[in-house]
RNA sequence: GCCGAUGUGGCGAAAUGGCAGACGCAACGGACUUAAAAUCCGUUGGGCCGUAAAAGGCCCGUGCCGGUUCGAGUCCGGCCAUCGGCACCA
């Protein structure tokens, strides 16, 4: 292509049409009392989920969910909306930080080429961001904001008589630091060696880092902690009422992992030591066999036998030096230790032995379960290999063996519930354990608190200081914390932090220290949502007026859409609720959730139909798509390629059959005059649009219209293309329906949209100003509605001939006509009509036999 | 193991329960051209009958098996395959 001609010019209207964007900031959307704002337009809040600049730059990728949110902004200002569409950088995190290992250059120097690569990238694909609302999480004017949220957090607690956090002077305990939202506590966790580092649960996959795939090891460490637990209930109920695929809901739902059921308390020996266990299945209390305490549990040490101590210890000792991957690999095979001690099961009286075992997480319910054999697999398993009674209390409903059934049932073998149903059951024993003071119903969640702090350098610093081991946070007017420049990034291995390195930043004042540990990389994006609304408010983390209107709607989120992908279904998208629930509680912001409607892209996969990685050589650079093809060709490409949602591949020959639709347009409208120019073509005349022509044009107007509602881009192109053959090659071409599909077709090309429109501009007064300020035209669905119709005649369902028909005709006439014609006749003589069957401008069939 | 998504030509795909394959790619044929590229026009799910060639006709076909219905890619039940998530959560 290098030296042959383009076939149509956009190597040169396309940097002149951004240069002309970029110079009139024409997608700049102000805010309620600035310059220019209009109070009568409804808003539309359009976001991207913000991208980590990798050095790597762009791939395929990234861009489709961001032309589609590009062609939502542009529609939706075409419809008369005000459209807050940002774009920023999402920018701590480990790459930068690991090649500042290797080079020793600061990640901020990284971090800003980056950036720059990505913007220049993204500015040549044409996306019509507010620039001028940029951020970037490194920013010390933006984790200014993130640290002052992190003190809000840390300076409330979650008050369950009300269901939300206050501030932590309205707690009337003792000790405030049991309660905070944010605490210090030692937790077995994912340390990383060979990051250095601790990992949040959801960044570890099968026992190693997400980042790298470095093993990962359990180790007690002292770390900070956000309380995400105490908004379980909430973070579950109130994802009802959000536009979000039921997928995506139920991931969440999944990942929050709510059971109801009861908590028991089971009495040791003679002693008056008790054993809690959380079930969801009371009703087969009477099944209960034995007891197994998670290996960690505290009251291990207080009931273990002397002779069952040397046993005890050697099997807590090989489980703490477990991995998770190694416990949860030996699932197949149980293992476990007698402690030597016996409890009293309250439904039955009769004394159990007391086990441990790793197959029983300290981390979830009590800690401790009771054995139900007959009815749980894994207590079977555990049973059978050591030996222990079985004892069925559940009889299925169908001809299913009882020994071993998990399903609900009726309960036998159990005096204060036999022959109730499962469900009757659970209720009437829970209610018989609560009026004995032996246990109560309970809800336990899967859920575990939130591992907010890093071993790392690049991320944002604790406001916290340290003061005789206690922990204090520092005053709003001492942010932004900003880390200190260091000689060697390095972890330093031990687990200390390697801001540790940096001993005069660390010694705040005589008496106190810094916390050096940072936070984590979703930090940053739990809330830049918000700050896009008002990003260069100084004196606040958002701008109250700001806040209000962009976030403003009848609905919960604030939002109207979100587009990105699946990967962060569980963790950036429930911690984003999360922050914003706390900042909802305090009264920081106006609404309780932060993205009303999410929608996944899809991945795009290499043209061998494998997902694009540098070891395969199957990445797609949109550089050099764009330098081949277009903008244009590139965005409509990427929406062309299938619906949003599913996963597809590449094709180079698909982007260039979308870009040859786009000449066709051009040409459309251009033609080469004599000495090689290009032309507004003379076809083009302000004429009226012949029937079919104007029925062809209403048509496409609302088929682009419905498509992008429903985010069916791939449809609204083809409807485009359809329309593009049907008017080449005509004679006289009506100014009309070009200035129609030029708007429609904006939102997808908008370059050449731009240049087309100008060109008619040049010629005809009939429209002013620049394509992007036009509005969206109308449809009139009367035009639309054709006098006559193919009819489809069946017999027994199958196609036997067509006819044309009146859109008027009744039923009757259409019953009548279908009997009447030639071949039907003489493929039913003979024959008995059973039944015929009209359907409206559709179909007759006949059921004959 | 559990949960979810997907399965339609050579390929990407389209189809409020009503003509399966729109639109695009690829392939083939034609026009233009000295030639090629580009462009334009046409053909293109499979099998069979038919004819000199056409016209035309019939049957099969949306992962597999069954059901509901006048009519099923679409709804229901069971299975298979691929992808994604969770995974000893009591």
């Known amino acids: 292509m290098d030296e042959r001609r383009k076939p149509y010019p956009f190597d040169q209207f396309e940097p002149k049409w951004q240069a002309i964007w970029e110079k009139q900031q024409l997608f700049h959307a102000p805010n309620p009392g600035e310059k220019d704002f209009d109070h009568a337009r409804p808003k539309f809040y359009v976001l991207d989920m913000f991208p980590y600049p990798s050095g790597a730059g762009l791939h395929v990728g990234h861009p489709e969910g961001y032309t589609a949110t590009d062609i939502i902004a542009r529609y939706k200002r075409m419809r008369g909306f005000n459209v807050l569409h940002p774009m920023g950088w999402d920018a701590f995190g480990l790459p930068a930080e690991q090649y500042a290992i290797k080079s020793g250059q600061h990640p901020a120097i990284t971090t800003r080429e980056n950036i720059a690569k990505f913007k220049n990238q993204l500015k040549r694909i044409g996306f019509s961001y507010d620039w001028q609302r940029e951020i970037n999480t490194t920013d010390p004017r933006y984790y200014k904001w993130t640290q002052w949220i992190f003190l809000q957090i840390y300076n409330s607690w979650f008050n369950p008589a009300t269901n939300k956090a206050e501030p932590i002077s309205t707690y009337s305990g003792k000790n405030p630091d049991e309660v905070r939202l944010a605490y210090v506590a030692d937790v077995p966790v994912n340390w990383c060696p060979e990051?250095?580092?601790?990992?949040?649960?959801?960044?570890?996959?099968?026992?190693?880092?997400?980042?790298?795939?470095?093993?990962?090891?359990?180790?007690?460490?002292?770390?900070?902690?956000?309380?995400?637990?105490?908004?379980?209930?909430?973070?579950?109920?109130?994802?009802?009422?959000?536009?979000?695929?039921?997928?995506?809901?139920?991931?969440?739902?999944?990942?929050?992992?709510?059971?109801?059921?009861?908590?028991?308390?089971?009495?040791?020996?003679?002693?008056?030591?008790?054993?809690?266990?959380?079930?969801?299945?009371?009703?087969?209390?009477?099944?209960?066999?034995?007891?197994?305490?998670?290996?960690?549990?505290?009251?291990?040490?207080?009931?273990?036998?002397?002779?069952?101590?040397?046993?005890?210890?050697?099997y807590r000792e090989k489980t703490a030096r477990k991995s998770d991957l190694e416990r949860s690999d030996l699932s197949k095979d149980k293992t476990g230790v007698f402690t030597g001690a016996y409890a009293i099961n309250p439904a039955t009286n009769e004394k159990i032995p007391i086990w441990i075992a790793d197959y029983v997480l300290i981390g979830y319910g009590t800690g401790a379960i009771g054995g139900v054999p007959a009815h749980d697999e894994r207590d079977l398993e555990f049973a059978k290999k050591f030996d222990l009674p079985i004892v069925i209390v559940v009889q299925p409903r169908g001809d299913e063996p009882a020994f071993g059934f998990t399903g609900e049932g009726i309960a036998i073998n159990s005096p204060v519930i036999n022959g109730l149903t499962s469900t009757e059951a659970k209720k009437k024993i829970t209610a018989w354990l609560e009026e004995r003071s032996l246990g109560k119903g309970a809800v336990n969640y899967k859920l575990r608190d939130w591992l907010f702090s890093r071993q790392r350098y690049w991320g944002e610093p604790f406001p916290i200081i340290w003061e005789n081991g206690n922990h204090r946070s520092l005053g709003e007017s001492e942010l932004p914390v900003v880390p200190p420049p260091l000689e060697d990034y390095k972890p330093t291995g031990t687990g200390e932090p390697p801001l540790s390195k940096a001993k005069v930043w660390v010694r705040y004042s005589e008496k106190a220290t810094r916390e050096t540990n940072v936070m984590p990389q979703w930090a940053g994006s739990c809330w830049y949502y918000l700050r896009f609304c008002d990003p260069h408010e100084d004196r606040r983390f958002v701008g109250e007026q700001a806040e209000r209107y962009w976030m403003s709607g009848a609905k919960p989120g604030g939002v109207d859409l979100y587009v990105g992908g699946t990967e962060h279904a569980v963790l950036h998208l429930l911690y984003a609720r999360f922050w914003q629930k706390v900042l909802f509680d305090l009264g920081y912001v106006s609404k309780p959730e932060p993205f009303q409607r999410l929608v996944n892209q899809g991945i795009i996969l290499g043209e061998d139909n494998q997902k694009m990685s540098k070891s395969r050589g199957n990445i797609v650079n949109p550089d050099d798509v764009i330098d081949q093809y277009g903008a244009d060709a590139f965005r409509c490409y990427e929406m062309f390629m299938g619906p949003l949602e599913q996963m597809k591949p590449w094709s180079m020959r698909g982007v260039e059959g979308v870009s040859r639709f786009l000449a066709r347009v051009w040409r459309l409208f251009m033609s080469e005059n004599q000495s090689g120019d290009w032309e507004l073509s003379g076809k083009i005349k302000q004429i009226d649009a012949d029937k079919a022509q104007q029925k062809m044009t209403h048509a496409t107007i609302k088929k682009v219209t419905e498509d992008i509602e429903s985010f069916s881009f791939n449809t609204a192109i083809s409807q485009m293309m359809i329309f593009v053959n049907v008017f080449t090659g005509v004679e006289a071409i009506p100014l009309s329906s070009m200035r129609s599909f030029l708007v429609l077709l904006s939102p997808f090309a908008p370059h050449i949209a731009s240049e087309l429109w100008e060109q008619l501009n040049t010629k005809f007064a009939d429209a002013r100003g620049d394509i992007t300020k036009q509005s969206w035209p109308a449809y009139d669905e009367t035009l639309l509605v054709e006098d006559e119709v193919e009819v489809v005649l069946q017999i027994n369902g199958r196609v036997r001939d067509r006819m044309k028909m009146s859109v008027s005709a009744t039923d009757e006439e259409m019953k009548a006509a279908a009997l009447a014609n030639a071949k039907i006749q003489d493929r039913i003589v003979g024959k008995t009509v059973r039944n015929v069957i009209v359907v409206p401008k559709k179909l007759v069939n006949i059921v004959a036999d």
């Not at 996959?205 to 908004?231: C, N």
């Not at 909430?234 to 969440?252: A, F, H, S, T, V």
């Not at 030591?273 to 505290?298: M, N």
């Open 195 to 314: 990051l250095g580092t601790v990992l949040a649960n959801e960044e570890v996959v099968d026992g190693k880092s997400e980042i790298g795939r470095f093993p990962v090891v359990r180790r007690p460490m002292r770390q900070w902690m956000l309380r995400i637990t105490a908004y379980a209930e909430r973070l579950l109920n109130e994802l009802d009422k959000l536009d979000w695929p039921e997928g995506i809901k139920l991931l969440q739902r999944n990942w929050i992992g709510r059971s109801e059921g009861a908590e028991i308390d089971f009495k040791i020996g003679k002693s008056d030591q008790k054993v809690r266990v959380f079930t969801t299945r009371p009703d087969t209390l009477y099944g209960g066999t034995f007891l197994v305490l998670a290996p960690e549990h505290s009251l291990v040490d207080l009931i273990v036998t002397e002779e069952q101590w040397p046993a005890v210890r050697e």
